[in-house]
Every structure is written in C-alpha cells, then in structure tokens.
C-alpha cells in the first residue's frame, strides 16, 4: 500500500476537464515539493509537472497542478484521447528517506 | 538533450546476482543525483535508490537494503545498480531516472527488464 494515496481510475469525454487528486503526509507532500507523470506501458515516465505546479517546456498548459497542505492535484483540461495513460505523483519523504510514489491513476477517455 | 540508456537487464534465478548500468548524457553528470527507480507487472512505479553527485550520500527503498548496491563512476557518466540475493518480488523493469536530491526525478531513461524465475 502506497504511502501517498491516488484514486486508481479516472475518466472524461474530450474536451473535458478532469482532476487527479494525491494525498499524503506531513513527511512527504507537507514539507516537499511535488512532481507529476505521465506513463504509458513500455516508455520512460514523462515529466509533466514540477515543483508543485511548474510545467517543464513542451508540456502543454493544459495540464496544471497544485498543492495544499498535504494534498496535491493535477488538472487536465481540454482532454484529448492521447491523454489516455497512467498518472503517478511523487515527493520526497523526510522519514523515509526516499522518494514517494502514488499508486497511480489510469485515466481513461471515453 | 538528456539521454539517459539503461543495460544489463536479463533473466535470473532466485538468489543470484545481476549488475545494471545506466549511460548518461547531456547534462553535466557530477552535478546530479541519481536515482533507481522499478516498476513491477501490473503495479506502479516503486523509488529504489539514490545517490547524491558526490556519492556522500546514498538511500535505499527498505525492500532492497542489504542485497542492492548502488553507485556511480562521473569520470564514465555512468550509473549502477549491483542487485543480490535476488527474488521473485525484484522482477520489474527498472528505470535510471536523475534529479535534484530530496526531490523526484525530472528525466528518465527507457528502462530495463529484470526477471527473477527459476
């Protein structure tokens, strides 16, 4: 069981806006930043969002993230059916001393 | 651009040993942490190890500590991971991954697949 908890589905027509949400804990998401992925089976895990809500160059401002507390989310809007793929957030974790991942969330567009 | 290639994956019996490297480039490689990053079927994504650019400091995952080595060589821009006592649980594709330390990795290489099955 992951130390920070995700919804294991997700899903939206195109065009529509949908919310991945992430929670954890004040050792990880409340005291460290959070990245965001996209994964698709057999590819490396792309960077979508950075330090909270940061988009690296390329990914497209559709996709927008947040953090509050020890929650964090990331917001797709305009979906598109090549957004269909695995999402996982991450952070560091103080007492773990490593980093924390998300079971992830299989979004899907119908 | 950031390439980051993963080698050494393969087919091993439980119990043994298997050495993976990661080849990096386009970035300066001594300034970086590294990081182990698995992904077992049918799962998510599980952080196994890191290592910071100096290799002052190093983490395990506690589900490998003790059979998995992690380490780096700058002069060669590579990056290893020497698995031991191998078990049915470490069958995963593993992916070398860098970042800043204390936080998540921002690039990833391809992967590699390690299955452990007799």
């Known amino acids: 069981q992951s130390v920070v908890t995700q919804p294991p589905s997700a899903s939206g027509t195109p065009g529509q806006r949908v919310t991945i949400s992430c929670s954890g804990s004040?050792?990880?998401?409340?005291?460290?930043?959070v990245n965001w992925y996209q994964h698709l089976p057999g590819t490396a895990p792309k960077l979508l969002i950075y330090s909270n809500n940061q988009r690296p160059s390329g990914v497209p401002d559709r996709f927008s993230g947040s953090k509050s507390g020890t929650s964090a989310s990331l917001a797709i809007s305009g979906l598109q059916s090549e957004d269909e793929a695995d999402y996982y957030c991450?952070?560091?974790?103080?007492?773990?001393?490593?980093?924390?991942f998300g079971g992830g969330t299989k979004l899907t567009v119908l | 651009e950031v390439q980051l290639v993963e080698s050494g994956g393969g087919l091993v019996k439980p119990g043994g040993s298997l050495r993976l490297s990661c080849a990096a480039s386009g970035f300066t490689f001594s300034s970086y942490s590294m990081n182990w990053v698995r992904q077992a079927p049918g799962t998510g994504l599980e952080w196994v190890s890191s290592i910071s650019g100096t290799s002052s400091y190093i983490y395990y995952a506690d589900s490998v500590k003790g059979r998995f080595t992690i380490s780096r060589d700058n002069a060669k821009r590579s990056l290893y991971l020497q698995m031991s006592s191998l078990r049915a649980e470490d069958t995963a594709v593993y992916y070398c991954?860098?970042?800043?330390?204390?936080?998540?990795?921002?690039?990833w290489g391809q992967g590699t697949l390690v299955t452990v099955s007799s």
């Open positions: 991954a860098r970042s800043v330390m204390y936080q998540p990795s921002d690039y």
């Open positions: 004040s050792s990880n998401i409340g005291s460290n930043t």
């Open positions: 991450a952070a560091w974790d103080d007492s773990l001393k490593g980093v924390v």
